[in-house]
Each structure stands twice: as C-alpha cells, then as structure tokens.
C-alpha cells in the first residue's frame, strides 16, 4: 500500500511527527531517537505502508506540499546517507531551500550537487539556469539550459527554453552566442523541427568554426537523416583535425556504404584497424558490408586489415560470433560458430590424417627393417596388459584434448572481454571528449597538440606515456589516460608510482575495485610510498562505507539473511575491519543469535578499543543472556572511553548504579 492510499488513517499526522522529531534531533544514538525510531518503525508496520524508495520520495513531494519540511528533511538526508537517489533527494533538498529562504545560495548548492551526482538531472539542471537568470549571470545559466536541452523530452520544458533563450538572453561574444544557437538546435532536433535544427546548429559552427563537438552532432544529425554526401564532408572535416577518431571514422565509413562506395568503406575500417588491430566496431563493419556478397572465410580475411600474412583459425571466428551474440546478431553469430566448429573438425581430422600416415610410415619402416621369422626371446607380456596401457594412454590423452579445450576456451573469453572493455572504453573516451570539447574548447584544442607533438614520438618510452597519459587527463579524458598509464606500466612493470597515477584516475571514475586493485600493486612495490598507502586506505573505506550501506538498508527491511552474505563476504576481504564486526554482531542480534552477537562485538573491540558503541552493544549483549557482571564491566569501559552522547551515558550510568548495587 503507497502513501497516496493510507493519508486518511489518523496515525500519518504522528509519522509526519515522528519524522520531524527525527531530524530536529542533535543526535542519532540518544534513547530518545531510539525510541522515535522504534516507534515510527511500529506505526509504518502497523499501517502496512510501503517504504520502498519510490514511495519515500513520492510522500516526500507531500510532505514539502503541506509545508511540513523537517519531516521531508527527515527522508532526505536518510537516503542521502545511504547513498540512495543522490540526485532526487539533493534537488529535494533544494526545493525545500528555495521555499524557505529567500537566499538562493543554499537552493543553488543543493541543486550543483544534485547535478554533480546525475548530469543528466533536467529539472535540476533548468532550476539552476533560472537561479544564474535571476542573478544577471546569462553565460552560466545557457549552460544549465544547454545541459537541461540535452536531458529533457519534456516539450513545454524544450518551448520554454527556447523563448528564454531568443527573448530573454543577449549573447554578449562569440562563445554565448555559440552555445544559444547550441542549445536551440537541441531544442528544435527534440521538436522534430529539424530544418531549424540544421540551422542553429549551422549557425553555431559559424560562431566557432573550430567546435570539433558541434561538428560531430552536425555530422550524426545528416547521418540520421541519409545526407550522406553533407555527413561526409563533416566528417572529413573532424578527421583533418583529429585522424585518429575511430567514431568519426566508422560513421564516415557507415556512410559510404550508403552511398554504394563499399571499396570506401572499407578503406575507412581499414584505416581504423591499421590503428585498433582488435577493433570490433570495424571489423562488424567490414562483415555488414559483405555480409551477402562473400563467403564468411573471404569476409575473415577482410577483417585482418593489412595483415597479408593471416592463416585462418577457428579461435578468431569464435571470439567474433562472441561479439555478434552481445549486440543480439543471433543469425551472425550462428554462422560464424558453426565455421568455426567446422574448420576445427577439419583441423582435428587433417592432424589424425597426418599422425596416422606417419605411424603407417614408421611401422613399414620397422617391418622393412627386421626380420618377418625372428624368434622371440623369453615370455610374451599378457595381452591384458598391452590394452591397459592403451587405456591408459587413451586417458591421458583425453586429458590433455580437455585441458587443451578449457585453456582455449578461457583465452578466447578473456580476448572477448578485453575487446569488450576497449569498446566500452571508446564509448567513454568519446563521451568525455564532447564534454571537453563543449565546456572549453580553446583549453581542449592546445592540449590536443601538445599531445598529438607527443604521439609523434618513437620510440615511446615510459616517460612519454606518462607525459600522454597526463596530457590526456588535462584535456578531460581520464578514460583515455588510463590507456596510456597501462602502456607505460608494460614498459615499467616495477614502478609503483606509475600504479599509483593509475589507481588514482580510477578512482577518479568512480571505479573503486580497479582503483584498489592498482593501488595495492603500488604499496606491494614501494612499501615506502606513503601517497599509495594513504590513497588505499581511503579506497577501502570507501569501498566499506559503500557495503555497510548496503547491508543496513537490507538489515532495516528484514532482510537478514542478505545483509549477513554482505558482511560475511567483506570480512573475509577485510579481516582487520572493526565496523564489518559490529554491524554484522547487529545482524546476529535480529536473528536471535547471541552467541555469535557477542563473539563479533569482541573482535570490533580488540580491533578498536575505542569503539564505544560496541561496548553498549555488548553490554546489553550480555545482559539478554543474563550475566550482568559482564554487561556491568561492557558498561564501565563504554564510560570509560567518555563518548560525546549525553543522553546514552545517563541511560548507561543508570545501568552501572544499578548493576553495581549487585555486584559491589
């Protein structure tokens, strides 16, 4: 049942309070949140209301309706801790700001933040443009609108930006006047007025002739629409400046094949794989243009570029039935499995064919050389024998074929996975490229040749990759700085400060376990380097906070048996974690395991001494199971660590006057 179905019980006015109460609180460990916690808990019981997330956020735009804005906040900051809908609570948050205040620099952080964490958050992006309007800062607010033109499909939204940005915005240079026409292209390409389109867009490339990111949308857009000669010519024009975009150069290429110049087409892919040997996107290209002209061995050849040299192997039709199974090509994947199950056969049978007539020459060669009536010489060995040998060989030999399939098979999964990840890894690269490129230009471009100046350089050595690498990550392509922070680190696999930069653009991506994985290899190499050391540690917490919200928002929805193989998994990666233990001891407390509750708050405890709510919580441990002597000590050394919670430390000190009253 949602909120929207249970308004009309009498107890919502008290869970609305409850929430307030909640928030209002100065801290989260008193008795007295406690227990309004435990109550508001009983009382959504008790109503059967859904607390999904998607009810929460839905009761939330109620609540900030009815003004009732310390109980929304309530929510908020809740899934804001635990790291659920970032972006939605952030704007929420900001909502609440901007009807509360008449200071819009809290509405504005709320609503950057809410950007920061989902880009493509229209509401808040337009909610941001109105703010920067109001102010008189038109510059940042065609970015925000340029930003909402991008993620929105709502069309009063899109008709409400174009009359802001023709009435109400006064470009004031080149560069204002290059994202008004930017942002209305968007608007009139979303409102099918695609002749307006070509038009902004056109008019916005005539401001900056050199906006590499508006060509490449003038390009896609006389793509989408078969003006194959005009994408052509665009597309030529991105290739003069940046000859090395494999993107550009496939929908050049796409494009040529439209027009029936396959032998164009072709030469384009092959430009492509001449630079990306393994480049899937190129070689599904070449395999689309011959699809129905070539048999699939001819097509194979095709597909190896200028490699003049290539022997036809069934691995190579394997991995690319691979590919086509990924991107639903169901029909070409069973074509090219079946090929490649074919020549395999024919390879197992022409070696058969060979080992059999060498074993026909090698026993002509002993009858020629012996003689046919030679006596022999003591006992025959049994017959029985001779098969069981054969047997045994037979097994062995089995054995090996197995080995040999499985080794095959793991090599040919792992060459898929990597291509798979460049072609992820492309679509990143190309992603950041256009951000780049849009946010400034100018910046991107003298970055661009400081790095083509570098690229030009052979051979490379570790230092230019990192110089490349580095470049790279100033132009605003972390993704493609990471690609040449894995080159050097082939040159020099021993330097622990090349998987340092390497861990750090990781996480800078937002890639923690890949970030982890480089900055352990940095430590393991330099136990002295203390930026790893430091960076790692901040890895793993993060990666830990990540998990004990995860295994919380399981735990509070009853979900014990999830939240413990949460835990229980991550304990055995961080064995030396005190927060693992005592979250886990909490797991162990709701399924009614005392025993284990209490093993788990001891070792959070000797892991951390200071750790006073683990003392508490042993404590009262100690007392369900009735030895209170030990819940008296639990007790002691909790006050003993002077925690800064008042209101606990009475409810504790009430329980040692009481205990010690027994005991003393």
Known sequence: MGFNSVLSYSNMDEIDYLRQELYCSKSKTTTAYYKNQGRLKHLLKEQNIDYSTEYRLKDVKRLISEGKFNAAMYELNDLIEKRIKLSLANEYIADICELTSKNSKNSKYYYEQAVEYDQNNANANYK??????????????????????????????????????????????????????????????????????????????????????????????????????????????????????????????????????????????????????????????????????????????KMQGSNANYEQNYRDYIIFSEFLASIGDNKGRNAFYNYANKIKDETIIAKSNQENAFNSALASKNNLSEPKNRPIKGKKKPLVKEDNITLKEKEQEHKALQDRAYEEKRQIKAKVN?????????????????????????????????????????????????????????????????????EAIKTDPTNSELYYSAGLTYLELNYEQESKKYLQKAVDLDQNNKKAITLLAFVNQKIITHVLNLAYSKYENKQYIEAFEILDKNIKIYPKNAQLYYYRALIFDAMKRNAAQIVDLQKAIELDPTYYMAYYQLGLAYEKIKDERSALVMYEKFLSTEPDEPDLVKEVQRKVEMLGKKFY
């Open 128 to 301: 941001l443009a109105k703010i920067y309007l109001k102010e008189g800062s038109s510059a940042i607010a065609l970015e925000y609108l340029n930003n909402t033109a991008s993620a929105t499909k709502d069309k009063d939204v899109l008709l409400e930006i174009e009359d802001i940005v023709q009435n109400k915005i006064t470009p004031k240079n080149k560069n204002e006047a290059n994202i008004s026409y930017e942002t209305l292209g968007k608007v009139y390409y979303k409102l099918n007025r695609t002749k307006e389109a070509y038009q902004s867009y056109s008019k916005a490339l005539q401001m900056n002739p050199d906006d590499i990111y508006i060509k490449y949308i003038l390009g896609d857009l006389f793509f989408i629409h078969n003006q194959n000669d005009n994408a052509i010519a665009i597309y030529n024009a991105i290739l003069k400046e940046n000859p090395s975009d494999s993107q550009i150069r496939t929908s050049k290429a796409k494009s040529l094949a439209r027009n029936g110049n396959l032998l164009g087409a072709n030469k384009e892919y092959d430009e492509i794989l001449s630079r990306y040997p393994n480049s899937m996107q190129a070689k599904y290209g070449i395999y689309k243009i011959y699809e129905k002209k070539l048999p699939l061995d001819k097509i194979m050849e």
């Open 418 to 486: 990597e291509q798979q990840q460049q072609l992820n890894e492309d679509a990143m690269i190309a992603k950041e490229r256009a951000q780049a490129i849009n946010k400034d230009p100018k910046k991107y471009k003298e970055y661009k040749l400081t790095l083509e100046n570098y690229l030009k350089i052979e051979p490379k050595t570790t230092e230019i990759y990192i110089a490349i690498a580095n470049t790279a990550k100033l132009m605003g392509e972390p993704t493609s700085a990471l690609r040449y922070y894995r």
